[in-house]
């Protein structure tokens, strides 16, 4: 199963928007709505945003938000802050009861 | 609190095996999907496998088939990683995973533990 595609950087400043794409197969994303979104900062574990495509986690702030249209995920994070600044991964359960990754997003904040 | 707690830093030698193991607290053990992900140095994260709750079945990726093995044991509430044949692109740090939704499986990883390191040189 090859690695969602994820572009490598985006950045933005504080207070914006920004979005980050998480493109897959029919196999993976395409099918179900088991694609999550993971925060990790520097030397640390991630931390799980987002599951089942657009739900949060208790404690996750109500900026980040999730969607997808056909095999494509998004992870949007509104009112940009200082410490959104970190990597994010995307991940789906997929038709042959695997799970995959993305690549990876680092998001820099101006 | 849920927690996942995991054993410390190896070093192993080209073609030796690896046994991580990670002990969780704070839920019911033996009502959740346990994975392993790893991630070598600066780079992404890669799912290795999944165990199910009563550890009688598993699921690797493909890439690692025929190389590891996870195991769980109920009254220690622990969960096991062994990789065999180590290769220096093994070098990285293996984390132990909690899937959400418990029985059912979630589909998404809620509790990571810290990581364990994984040398692997000669």
């Known amino acids: 199963q090859s690695a969602l595609t994820q572009p490598a950087s985006v950045s933005g400043s504080p207070g914006q928007s920004i979005t980050i794409s998480c493109t897959g197969t029919?196999?993976?994303?395409?099918?179900?709505?088991?694609v999550s979104w993971y925060q990790q900062y520097p030397g640390q574990a991630p931390k799980l945003m987002i599951y089942d495509v657009s739900k949060r986690p208790s404690g996750v702030s109500s900026r980040f938000s999730g969607s997808k249209s056909g095999s494509t995920a998004s992870l949007t994070i509104s009112g940009l802050q200082a410490e959104d600044e970190a990597d994010y991964y995307c991940s789906s359960h997929t038709t042959s009861s695997t799970y995959v990754f993305g690549g990876g997003t680092k998001l820099t904040v101006l | 609190q849920v927690q996942v707690v995991q054993s410390g830093a190896e070093v192993k030698k080209p073609g030796a095996s690896v046994k991580v193991s990670c002990k969780a607290s704070g839920y019911t053990f033996s009502s959740y999907y346990m994975h392993w992900v790893r991630q070598a140095p600066g780079q992404g994260l890669e799912w290795m496998g999944v165990i199910n709750p009563s550890g009688s079945s598993t699921r690797y990726a493909q890439k690692f088939q025929g190389r590891v093995i996870m195991t769980r044991d109920t009254p220690t509430s622990t969960v096991y990683m062994d990789l065999t044949s180590l290769r220096s692109e093994d070098t990285a740090v293996y984390y132990c995973?909690?899937?959400?939704?418990?029985?059912?499986?979630?589909?998404?990883?809620?509790?990571w533990g810290k990581g364990t390191t994984v040398t692997v040189s000669s």
């Open positions: 029919s196999s993976a994303i395409g099918t179900y709505n088991y």
């Open positions: 995973v909690r899937e959400g939704g418990g029985l059912a499986g979630g589909k998404n990883m809620d509790v």
